[in-house]
């Protein structure tokens, strides 16, 4: 274990994911569509509630305070001023970044394997997004930055 890795607590596996599920059932009746292509439902799903346990997880490490609620429903960051973005690519994920994410944001990479949560590194969104990074041909087209190209957590 490291300093940027947390197991996470059974009470808090279900905290975040009860919160993942509320977002989704919100973004529903709101009727919100995914901004970034539209995979299928089930991945709407997982990507709520693993998203939501990787801003807990990231919280917790950093000492900051966590709130269920998504960015579209607030004014600041997913886990204080930060964006948190979770992948269960682990080790190897990429930070994925979207076209109007905001160039001035700060972008947390969190990895997982529940329950094992690890902060990657971070980078400020106009700083990496690329033309080498950029995957236009996906479903959902993205800026895929390496982790080697992001600062380390203890530069944060």
């Not at 204080?80 to 944001?105: A, C, E, H, I």
């Not at 993205?142 to 530069?155: F, G, S």
């Amino acid at each position: 274990m490291n300093d940027w890795q947390i197991t996470l607590t059974f009470k808090e596996l279900e905290l975040a994911g009860c919160a993942g599920l509320r977002r989704r059932l919100r973004a529903m009746e709101k009727g919100r569509v995914y901004k970034n292509g539209r995979p299928d439902d089930d991945v709407l799903y997982k990507n709520d509630i693993e998203g939501a346990l990787g801003e807990l997880a990231a919280a917790l490490v950093l000492g900051l305070p966590w709130e269920e609620t998504t960015g579209l429903d607030k004014d600041t960051g997913d886990v204080g001023q930060f964006q948190v973005r979770s992948t269960d690519w682990d080790p190897n994920g990429s930070l994925m970044l979207y076209k109007d994410d905001k160039p001035d944001d700060i972008f947390i990479l969190v990895t997982h394997k529940i329950p094992v949560f690890t902060l990657r590194g971070w980078a400020v969104a106009g700083e990496v997004k690329l033309q080498e990074y950029w995957q236009g041909q996906w479903e959902r087209p993205c800026y895929k930055v390496p982790q080697w190209a992001l600062y380390t957590m203890d530069k944060l």
